[in-house]
């Protein structure tokens, strides 16, 4: 067996340590912009919902509960609008990071095997790639791929680091192109309802699909819409004929989402006000941060969804990312992305309203 640090690449976030370290010496203390972990309180009906199903002492199942997929189906209709939406066409999933890195896996792919992925794009996108040991490609518009040996096609819309958001025209070209090759389209849709100067749609919209969810898949998550990181809940939407096998190979790998959890996703699912609530939080830290940035000479680029600032001075990342630490803020270094984002920082909006105002305070020199 080949040691792990010639499969995998090294794990980016241990670079950030000597600025982590740097930052927190600030005097008001370290403002942690660089990981898009939630920091706002669970809503108490998800609480509840949780504690009320505690004592739950038998094993749950890798398809959940009725009453989870019944959630999840009424919630693709309802704001995916998503249509003909079964049992069947779900599946729940244990965060949305262990589905990306082991998907390529499940799908049997392996030597031979490409995957493609934006070419800024979430780490995990190629890790998945390199622990299945299929070939693994960048894109800046997938219709240009070469489809020989192409079996999986990652797309992210909002994108998680620099916030794009692919329009209908887009998708449907994609998904057009996927079809007529027989490429399986994924679609991490994880920051799709905090779009903020766009209107994310997703791949199962009919006037994307024309109505058919045939090779498509949906990545969908409570992380960021629920502040439910720390429950790993999230869930597929999509082909039947993609999802059936899958449900198949994760029962035999006991990947089952805990009981009580389960209880919590459907209220959360079931509820849109503690989203709307989230999403003013988000909007007005978006809106001081970027000002506070435009202010201190940056340009931001994309940005119209997502949980991050896509921003840059015009440096590489790794002086950017010092400067900031001096003002005891820390952001990501835009290339752990990918080499096209070496001049560029993502910016995250998941701090607290006191440590968003001090990070503002430093960028304008208060």
């Not at 972990?37 to 108490?44: G, L």
């Not at 994310?200 to 009919?206: A, M």
Request: overall charge negative; aromatic content about 6%.
């Amino acid at each position: 067996m080949s040691a792990v640090s010639d499969r995998l690449p090294t794990f980016p976030w241990d670079k950030l340590e000597p600025y982590k370290k740097k930052a927190a010496a600030h005097h008001d203390g370290i403002v942690d912009l660089s990981v898009g972990t939630p920091v706002d309180p669970v809503p108490d009906l998800i609480q509840k919902a949780l504690v009320d199903a505690a004592d739950s002492p038998g094993y749950p199942t890798v398809w959940g509960t009725p009453a989870l997929r019944d959630a999840i189906t009424g919630w693709a209709e309802r704001r995916l609008g998503a249509r003909g939406v079964t049992h069947r066409h779900v599946l729940p999933i244990v965060g949305s990071k262990e589905l990306v890195a082991w998907l390529p896996t499940q799908l049997g792919l392996g030597p031979g095997d490409t995957v493609a992925h934006p070419r800024l794009a979430y780490p995990t996108y190629e890790v998945g790639a390199r622990l299945a040991r299929a070939e693994y490609v960048a894109y800046d518009d997938p219709t240009e791929l070469d489809p020989a040996g192409l079996k999986l096609l990652w797309l992210n819309s909002p994108s998680n680091p620099t916030g794009r958001v692919l329009g209908k025209e887009e998708l449907t070209r994609t998904v057009a192109w996927a079809r007529e090759h027989g490429v399986l389209v994924v679609s991490d849709e994880c920051y799709l309802e905090l779009g903020w100067e766009a209107d994310p749609v997703s791949v199962l919209h009919p006037d994307v699909n024309g109505g058919s969810h045939d090779g498509l898949v949906a990545v969908h998550s409570l992380s960021k819409r629920s502040n439910l990181a720390g429950y790993r809940a999230a869930f597929l939407v999509g082909d039947p004929a993609v999802l059936g096998p899958l449900l198949e190979i994760r029962k035999h790998g006991g990947m089952m989402t805990s009981a009580p959890t389960q209880a919590a996703v459907v209220a959360a699912l079931s509820d849109d006000t503690h989203v709307h609530e989230q999403r003013e939080r988000y909007a007005a830290r978006r809106t001081a941060l970027r000002e506070a940035l435009l202010a201190h000479g940056f340009r931001i680029e994309h940005s119209e969804a997502s949980l991050y600032l896509w921003a840059t001075r015009d440096e590489s990342c790794w002086a950017t990312v010092d400067h900031l630490a001096d003002l005891g803020i820390l952001v990501a270094p835009g290339d752990f992305y990918g080499p096209a984002g070496e001049r560029f920082v993502r910016v995250a909006l998941t701090a607290t309203d006191e440590r968003v105002g001090a990070a503002t305070a430093r960028l304008v020199g208060r």
